[in-house]
């Protein structure tokens, strides 16, 4: 399966001050579009697009400052996971618009 990426209206989620699930977020941002998460989908890339967050993979609540920090204009990939146990916060006083791609791997690391 080649990396699906959401549609033009739902490619970013918003990481607000509570922390949220990932699927949560894309339900959200995708709720005008019917679009859905594929069954297979293990792995995602997060990219901070206006601010920085910090994120989780083990289905804990990140704070403000706890958590794996990802700093505005950088991405990560994140493989071979459970989307719905990854959990995003921003950082600090404004909601920061994160893009995401999700998509399949076969073989993660």
């Known amino acids: 399966m080649r990396p699906q990426k959401l549609p033009a209206s739902g490619n ?9 699930d ?4 894309i339900r959200t941002a995708a709720s005008d579009t019917g679009w859905q998460v ?3 989908a293990n792995s995602v890339i997060l990219q901070a697009d206006d601010g920085d967050i910090r994120y989780t993979v083990a289905d804990i ?22 989307l719905s146990t990854i959990k995003l916060i921003r950082v ?16 993660p690391r």
């Open 12 to 20: 970013q989620v918003t990481a607000t001050d509570t922390a949220t």
């Open 22 to 25: 990932l699927l949560s977020l």
């Open 38 to 40: 594929p069954n297979k």
């Open 61 to 82: 609540d990140p704070t403000g400052t706890t958590g794996m920090e990802l700093t505005d204009g950088n991405s990560v990939p994140l493989e071979g996971v459970d």
């Open 92 to 107: 600090g006083g404004t909601n920061v618009k994160v893009n995401i791609m999700i998509y399949y791997q076969e073989n």
